[in-house]
C-alpha cells in the first residue's frame, strides 16, 4: 500500500496549519514553559512534527527541494518539541531549586532546532512558491508569489537567528509561522494545480 504525493501533500499541509494555529495560541495565552498549557500544546506540534518529517519524504521523488526541507524541518521541530516535554520541566521548572545549569544550553539548543526547522520551512515555501509564481494560473501566482516571499524572510530571519541567538526570536518565528501556513496553502495549491508532486 502506498500513499500517493496529493494526499500526501495535502495531509502535510493540514498538519502544518495545526502548528501554526498552536504557535498563535501560545503566544495569545502567554503559554510559557512554566504553564500547564504549553504542554499539550508541545504535544500538538510534536505529533504534527512527526506527520510532516515522516509523509515529506514521500514528495521527495517529485520535488526534491521541497520534500527534502519539509522533512528536515518535521525532525528539527520533532527534536526541539521532544526536548521542550522531556528537558524543560525537569531542568529548569520543577520544585523550588535553582534550575539546573545545564536548562541554559538545553534551552538554547531547542531554540536553535526551532529556528532551524523556520529556515527549512521557509526554503520550502520560497521553493515552491516560486513555481508556483511560474503557473499560468492566477491564484497560483498570487499564492506563490505571497509563499515566496515569505518563506524568503523566514529564511533569512531564522538563518540570522541561528547566527546571532535569541534577540532575533520574535521577528524570526514571526516570519516563520507565516511561511508555515503560506507553505501549507502552495502545497494545496501545487496539488490542485498539478505543479508538484502528483
Known amino acids: ?15 502544518l496549519i495545526v502548528t501554526v494555529i498552536t504557535q498563535v495560541v501560545y503566544m495569545m495565552v ?11 500544546i508541545w504535544r500538538t506540534e510534536a505529533l504534527m512534527a512527526l506527520v510532516v518529517a515522516v509523509l515529506g519524504f514521500a514528495l521527495v521523488s517529485r520535488n526534491a527541494l521541497v520534500g527534502g526541507c519539509l522533512a ?27 534550575p539546573n ?9 531547542s531554540f536553535y ?14 521553493a515552491l512558491g516560486i513555481q508556483l509564481w511560474r503557473s499560468a494560473v492566477r ?9 515566496a516571499v515569505t518563506g524568503l524572510a523566514a529564511l533569512g530571519l531564522n538563518a540570522a537567528a541561528m547566527m546571532f541567538g535569541m534577540g532575533l526570536v520574535f521577528f524570526a518565528g514571526a516570519a516563520g509561522t507565516a511561511a508555515t501556513l503560506l ?8 496539488m490542485t494545480e498539478g505543479e508538484t508532486s502528483a
Open 183 to 190: 507553505l501549507a496553502a502552495a502545497l494545496v495549491m501545487a
Open 72 to 98: 528536515v524541518g518535521g525532525i528539527f521541530n520533532l527534536i526541539q518539541t521532544g526536548m521542550g516535554l522531556t528537558m524543560f520541566y525537569q531542568l529548569g521548572y520543577g520544585g523550588d531549586t535553582p
Open 101 to 109: 545549569p545545564v536548562f541554559v544550553p538545553v534551552l538554547g539548543m
Open 30 to 40: 502567554g503559554a510559557g514553559g512554566q504553564s500547564h498549557l504549553a504542554y499539550p
Open 139 to 147: 491564484s497560483a501566482k498570487i499564492i506563490g508569489l505571497l509563499a
Open 113 to 126: 532546532l526551532y529556528f532551524a526547522a523556520k529556515a527549512a520551512f521557509g526554503l520550502a515555501a520560497l
Open 1 to 15: 500500500m502506498t500513499l500517493g504525493n496529493r494526499h500526501a501533500a495535502r495531509i502535510i499541509a493540514a498538519a
